[in-house]
């Protein structure tokens, strides 16, 4: 024992020459038996295999092997300090070692931190609705909660998207572990109603998600035609939420919102006529097994409809939160309004533009200031009736309206907005271009403010009523392509002078493809040689204000 305990210590002696030991410890010796295992060891003295030590000595090893424990331990603590600071001397480890020690106490991110905003904002807003949309270029927009990939299908070019922010705090959250969630939208237009059923996948819990698909129907004639008869009018939403069940697989009927826009049609109904049918169609989605949310019946007002398509389109086409900042302009021309929307390069297009005619709103952490203006009573169908004068003459059931711009034998009954007009060709005048674009350009001249940049360089894409008329007349194929504002009035002058080859396509062509001449001329401004990109679908999703307008319901843009 002293060779191998005590003899290490002997330079502590003095040490312990300063304790007093009890006397009781002092007379009677301390003895340990020796295991088995220190039997085996060969004795280092001749003493019996059991260790015997004196009351003092035993005290003076206990304090030794109290210091040699303190020893190490001091030892030690030095050793593993000394350790940590090697481990941690980076500065990257560092902030991690700090950031894990924040978030354990909960903090609030620093200040300084150069990021906090997004970080608040996309942890606060967007807990309940998933943010729908694309990944944005990691250089120009590295916050996941606020942008998306564009998704695969749908968007080919690398751009990103879009990713509002939450106003619908009731909406159920579909939880991470789903991949898969739907929205639905229907579009109640002036001349039918359509249903937009998409499909989103969450790829990445940490992505946004990204919008797979569409399913699309339409059905005529649309709802203001219900005027009379608002349970009719609920009867096309029924057929309708029967494709959405089809569509949606029904474990996500409870979470998948069912929202309805309408447009035009609505607009020029009195307010109580309006009401009943957004009534009837309210009681049809309470009935469905979808989820209603607050505000999910209403009539969208023109701006927000030139704004959504716009969205939509230069989401289409990949030019949202692109690093250019460049985007299309979009021309919708519907049966009641038609609308102008477009990103004006000029500051002059803003500063000379009606107050009205321009529109602010977020988006990927953008504020946008649009040029956009809906002209009600100028979409199609109510740019024919307003050139035949019938356009509110309601009442006058006796009366026909002629026109030149149409077939000198052709006579008619026209129904829009819940009327019928009597409608008729000038039996024994004339009809042809020249006349027609005369009488077209009474519902235009006065009414339509031409945009400071119109004639510059933007690109426009049109769709919806110029897109069929175009297809129509073979200016495009059903794929859609470009033409120069100039092909409408060739076309135009073509069809007026050839009414007959072209009247079973449609009577009104001569006056339509005439209306859309003078309104894209003379309307808008657009030169001759304006090239025109129409398209009903983009990487197969309907160009129409519906996507953009699904992407607000999910994430608020706040546009005003
Ligand atoms: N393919 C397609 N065409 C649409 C869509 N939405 C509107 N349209 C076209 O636009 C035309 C008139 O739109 P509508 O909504 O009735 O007019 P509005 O009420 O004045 O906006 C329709 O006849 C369609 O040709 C859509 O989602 N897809």
Not at 14 to 41: M, R
Not at 346 to 363: D, G, N, Q
Request: with cysteine; hydrophobic share 35%.
């Amino acid at each position: 024992m002293d060779a191998v305990g005590v003899a290490p210590c002997q330079a502590l002696t003095s040490l312990y020459s300063v304790i007093k030991w009890p006397d009781s410890l002092s007379e009677h010796p301390l003895c340990l038996s020796a295991s088995p295992l220190l039997l085996q060891h060969p004795p280092l003295s001749s003493e019996p295999p059991s260790l015997c030590l004196s009351p003092s000595r035993v005290l003076i090893s206990m304090a030794n092997l109290l210091l040699t424990l303190s020893l190490w331990l001091l030892a030690g603590s030095h050793f593993v300090r000394a350790t940590y600071y090697r481990h941690h001397r980076y500065i990257p480890h560092f902030y991690r070692y700090r950031e894990h020690t924040a978030n354990t106490d909960n903090l609030l991110p620093d200040v300084s931190n150069p990021v906090p905003e997004v970080t608040q904002s996309g942890g606060s807003t967007n807990q309940e609705i998933p943010e729908v949309f694309h990944p944005a270029p990691e250089s120009v927009h590295p916050m996941p909660e606020v942008f998306h990939h564009v998704p695969e299908v749908v968007h080919p070019a690398p751009e990103s998207y879009l990713p509002p922010q939450v106003h619908h705090p009731a909406a159920p959250v579909p939880p991470f572990s789903s991949r898969v969630f739907y929205g639905i939208m229907f579009d109640a237009g002036s001349t039918g109603t359509r249903i937009h059923i998409y499909k989103f996948i969450q790829k990445d819990p940490v992505e946004l998600p990204v919008l797979d698909s569409e399913m699309y129907h339409a059905i005529k004639p649309g709802l203001s035609e219900y005027k009379y008869n608002p349970e009719e009018g609920g009867n096309t939403i029924r057929q309708l939420l029967k494709i959405a069940k089809k569509t949606v697989p029904e474990e996500e009927w409870k979470r998948t919102p069912v929202v309805l826009r309408a447009t035009a049609g609505l607009r020029l109904l009195t307010e109580e006529q309006a009401e009943g049918i957004l009534k009837e169609v309210r009681e049809v989605f309470e009935e469905s097994p979808f989820y209603v949310p607050i505000n999910s019946v209403s009539i969208m007002n023109g701006i927000n409809e030139g704004v959504l398509a716009w969205v939509t389109v230069n989401f289409l086409t990949g030019h949202l939160y692109s690093n250019t900042r460049r985007t299309v302009g979009i021309l919708d021309l519907g049966g009641g309004s038609t609308q102008i929307t477009f990103l004006p390069k000029s500051k002059k297009t803003i500063e000379t533009a009606p107050s009205s005619y321009t529109a602010r709103f977020s988006l990927f952490n953008n504020t946008y200031e649009l040029y956009t203006h809906s002209y009600l009573k100028n979409g199609l169908i109510a740019a024919r009736l307003a050139t035949l004068g019938a356009l509110g003459a309601d009442g006058l059931d006796w009366k026909v309206f002629t026109s030149p711009c149409l077939p000198k034998k052709y006579r008619a009954e026209v129904t829009f907005g819940g009327n019928t007009y009597k409608v008729s060709g000038i039996p024994d005048g004339y009809a042809g271009y020249k006349l027609c674009y005369y009488e077209v350009q009474r519902v235009i001249k006065g009414i339509f403010h031409q945009p400071y940049e119109v004639k510059g360089t933007n690109v426009f894409y049109a769709f919806s009523h110029y897109f069929d008329r175009a297809n129509e007349t073979g200016l495009i194929s059903e794929r859609g392509g470009t033409v120069e504002v100039r092909d409408f009035k060739k076309k135009a002058k073509e069809v007026c002078n050839k009414m007959t080859k072209y009247r079973p396509i449609s009577p009104f062509l001569c006056m339509d493809m005439t209306y859309i001449t003078c309104l894209l001329k003379e309307g808008f401004g657009f030169k001759d040689s304006t090239v025109l990109h129409l398209a009903k679908k983009v990487n197969n999703v309907e160009t129409s204000w519906a996507l953009g307008a699904t992407f607000d319901f999910f994430r608020n843009f706040n546009i005003h």
